[in-house]
């Protein structure tokens, strides 16, 4: 059986992303299409009791990947990838909280800081999340062999790990009655996010070359999607001076990084991370119940003409619609189409060469 | 000679200490305590709601003018209770089923605070049938509904549901990132806030 990721093509996606990194398009605009497989396998594992279980068996896991990847079309530049997820606050966990699980897709740290200046970042690799996690790494990542990517799962550093582990309103209000402490801290986080991350390569580098994550680019190098949605709730002001630091220093760490960027109330650090060269662009999310991403032309074209790499999810019927109005170079697409036969036709009206 | 502008000022910028002493003051001047009230601390958290809904102030900001505020009616309070003095309304907030944010739900709430509302707080992950009772309980006028993702947005349709089955009159309105006022008029709610500040004028509208 040939390997799935020989069957789409990973070499030609793989040098598509590197022009994307060089806010090039050669052969057209990049664009990932997912949809369903028409003859999809059922379902025929077991599946764990308990809710905890299901986020942590590694077997169920391993499964759910196969089974997801067995049932997908890739078409473009699109990829396999299993990102192992233990949920957002699992960074929070392992210096310390203890995540609590609240139905198959969400699970939260409960605040454990009760005061900062009591709390001293230390990241244990004993810590029973962070072994659960590297066993959800380890058996994904022995099972890709080839059929799918293994992610760097979902990074929620530096001012997110503060709100998770105080509660986002505590931290809100540490801004103004405890700066110092939140100063004393985020270097601090910044060091403990690096560590993990380079935990995080050398386990996945045992799957493949280079990285991918949640956010469904791809580098030769290392990548991950930067994030700060605690940024969201504090003004442009406050952003600069506690928290874009950290975001400057990880993405010159990285080979490649993107920022997720969530929401509209997080539109106002946007000129801010434009300005950080050391990041090669920004992932706009207009947010839950939000206007469609054609309502945000302006926004992404601000961020295009910064010099920057865009990454924007698109509902299949506005694809067309983004590349008519938006620079190719740099621009990464990903949509879901609801046929193989749809997706394909999709691609050879934006691609008629490709 | 008491000054409630310094008050309201001193509340929009979050000197807790402050308002606490000027309030004080103004008791011990013997000014009426429902119109230092309103003239001082709703009409502060007033200020910061419009400034929270042009991007001026931002959560921070909100949150500690809402604690000067507290300050103030901390003192406030016992004086108000001896003169009879009513709430403008009784509301009980709280996120819907299934939804652990509380960010804006609590917004929601000191800015109900500030414009002179009792809040009762069901807190996060709240089940139709706790705010019907909750509203039971503390004879509620409003409740105010949250939800920040589209998979738990569907349950404000069903404590609007438990709210009619339970015979109560009182009036629900909803708010959070993915609500619209569409949806509100789909499920039935009496109203849709786009924002703390706007909840505000909601509520009291909705008090008629």
Known sequence: ?354 | MADLAAIAEALIRGDRDTVGALVQQALDEGVDAEALLNESLVAGMDVVGRKFKNNEFYVPEVLIAARAMNAGMELLEPVLAETGARPAGTVVIGTVKGDLHDIGKNLVGMMLKGGGFKVVDAGIDVAPEKFVELAQESGANLIGLSALLTTTMTQMGNVVEAVKEAGLATKIMIGGAPITQDYADEIGADGYAPDAASAVDLARRLMG
Request: glycine share 8%; aromatic share 10%.
């Open chain 1, 1 to 354: 059986m040939t390997a799935l990721l020989d069957e789409i093509g990973f070499e030609d996606v793989k040098a598509s992303f590197d022009a994307f990194w060089r806010r090039e398009a050669p052969d057209g605009p990049l664009v990932a299409v997912l949809c369903p497989r028409e003859d999809a396998v059922p379902w025929d594992f077991p599946v764990p009791d308990t809710l905890e279980g299901r986020w942590t068996d590694a077997a169920y896991q391993v499964n759910r990947a196969r089974w997801q990847t067995q049932n997908t079309v890739y078409l473009g530049a699109a990829l396999p990838i299993y990102v192992p997820n233990i949920g957002p606050d699992s960074f929070t966990a392992y210096l310390g909280g203890e995540l609590a699980f609240l139905d198959d897709d969400t699970s939260w740290v409960r605040p454990f800081v009760d005061d900062l200046a009591d709390f001293t970042p230390v990241f244990e690799r004993d810590n029973p999340w962070w072994r659960r996690m590297c066993d959800l790494i380890e058996a994904s990542s022995e099972a890709a062999e080839g059929h799918f990517l293994v992610g760097i799962p979902d990074l929620h550093g530096g001012g997110d790990a503060l709100a998770a582990a105080r509660h986002p309103d505590r931290l809100a209000l540490d801004l103004y009655d405890r700066p110092d402490e939140v100063r004393r801290l985020m270097p601090a986080l910044t060091d403990i996010y690096k560590q993990v991350f380079e935990e995080y390569v050398r386990r996945t580098s045992r799957a493949q070359v280079g990285t991918t994550t949640w956010l469904p680019a791809y580098s030769r190098g290392r990548f991950t999607a930067l994030q700060n949605d605690f940024s969201g709730l504090i003004s442009p002001s406050m952003f600069a001076e506690f928290f874009l630091p950290e975001i400057r220093e990880l993405a010159g760490y990285l080979d490649n990084s993107l920022y997720h960027l969530d929401g509209p109330s997080a539109l106002g650090n946007l000129p801010l991370l434009l300005e950080v060269a050391e990041l090669d662009g920004i992932q706009w999310v207009p947010g839950a119940g939000a206007r469609p991403m054609s309502a945000w032309v302006d926004v992404c074209r601000q961020v295009l003409e910064a010099g920057k790499c865009l990454q924007i999810g698109v509902a299949s019927t506005e694809v067309e619609h983004m590349l008519a109005r938006l620079p190719h170079e740099g621009l990464f697409i990903t949509t879901y189409c609801g046929s193989e036969a749809e997706g394909r036709g999709l691609l050879r009206r934006i691609r008629p060469g490709g």
